[in-house]
């Protein structure tokens, strides 16, 4: 019903940028919040950044002042612009959306991507 596609994933070096996109598909009736987690080896998934329906937005301490979260509507696409990253940003990162559809309301995960920073 509802499909989310990562993109944007690949290996940097410290100090460099990466913007991940995330894309939703299907029949949606409206998106109530997105978000971007991740995954480090040996570590619990963790919230990095997330956005409301009202456009609030919040993130992880270690991320504040280098990732920023935005969203566009039109596209349902949400992106994270990660900055100044760093080699402890090293993981696999999910989008999640929480989406009204034909079956009310869902959580949707993406497939992740593969974010690796060398120092």
């Known amino acids: 019903q509802v499909q989310l596609v990562e993109s944007g994933g690949g290996l940097v070096q410290a100090g460099g940028s990466l913007r991940l996109s995330c894309a939703a598909s299907g029949i949606i009736f409206r998106i109530n919040a997105m978000g971007w987690y991740r995954q480090a080896p040996r570590k619990q998934r963790e919230l990095v950044a997330a956005?409301?329906?009202?456009?609030?937005?919040n993130y992880a301490d270690s991320v504040k002042g280098r990732f920023t979260i935005s969203r566009d509507n039109a596209k349902n696409t949400v992106y994270l612009q990660m900055n100044s990253l760093k080699p402890e940003d090293t993981a696999v990162y999910y989008c999640?959306?929480?989406?009204?559809?034909?079956?009310?309301?869902?959580?949707?995960w993406g497939q992740g991507t593969q974010v690796t920073v060398s120092s």
């Open positions: 999640n959306f929480e989406v009204y559809g034909v079956a009310g309301l869902k959580d949707y």
């Open positions: 956005i409301t329906s009202g456009t609030s937005t």
